[in-house]
């Protein structure tokens, strides 16, 4: 219901908290415009107490969409870093228009923030749904291999736009064996495009 509830994600067990939020539709109508019209291919390491997000941003076009996007990422780092304790995080702020990670994985990845701000979200299975045991290509088509890993595809979640998905991987301690298992959703040959951001913690 907030991100104060992040924390959550740090208890046993825990590979997923989701910030269901929601954006104003004329507010979010900017965002949304503003990804169609740019490609945006931008990534640096920001400090968590004080990330210097407008400079992250700088080469982009100066308006409402970029100052919104400004804001928020201001705001993610922050708590990113309030939640993993991390003092820097890599950020990463893209327009993504292929199939590229269509496959279900799990991320190596202690902690990761992940924010579709317009088009598809990304894509998750509970852990019910997943038959480990397969995951990895494998030598299969990535189609054969999602439905070796994902038994009832009807059952595959979806983020929506502005939704905050705070992830577990394998690395986090202890949860070897349960990081969530997600992929980026299906686009060419819907002709999808997405603006992803995605916030890591800096590997020491």
């Known amino acids: 219901r907030s991100a104060d509830e992040f924390a959550a994600i740090h208890a046993p067990g825990v590979n997923l908290v989701l910030w269901r939020r929601e954006q104003e539709p ?23 107490g004080e990330p210097e997000v407008w400079m992250f941003l700088s080469d982009l076009p100066s308006c409402g969409a970029r100052d919104m996007l400004a804001a928020d990422i201001d ?21 993504v228009q292929t199939d590229a990670c269509r496959l279900f994985h ?27 045991s397969e995951l990895t290509a494998k030598g299969r088509s990535f189609e054969a291999a999602n439905r070796a890993i994902v038994p009832r595809p009807a059952q595959i979640r979806s983020a929506r736009p502005w939704w905050v998905m705070l992830q577990k991987g394998e690395s986090y301690p202890g949860n070897a064996g349960n990081g969530v298992v997600h992929r980026s959703p299906p686009l060419e040959q819907a002709g999808g495009r997405r603006l992803r951001l995605c916030i890591d913690e800096v590997k020491r």
Do not use: P
């Open 26 to 48: 004329g507010l979010g109508g900017l965002v949304d415009a503003f990804s169609i019209d740019h490609d945006i291919d931008v990534k640096a390491v920001l400090q968590c």
């Open 106 to 132: 799990v991320d190596a990845a202690a902690l990761r923030m992940l924010v579709t701000y317009s088009g598809f979200g990304t894509q998750w299975v509970t852990n019910d749904n997943v038959r480990r």
């Open 75 to 95: 705001f993610l780092v922050r708590r990113f870093g309030a939640i993993t304790g991390a003092a820097a995080a890599c950020v990463h702020l893209e327009t």
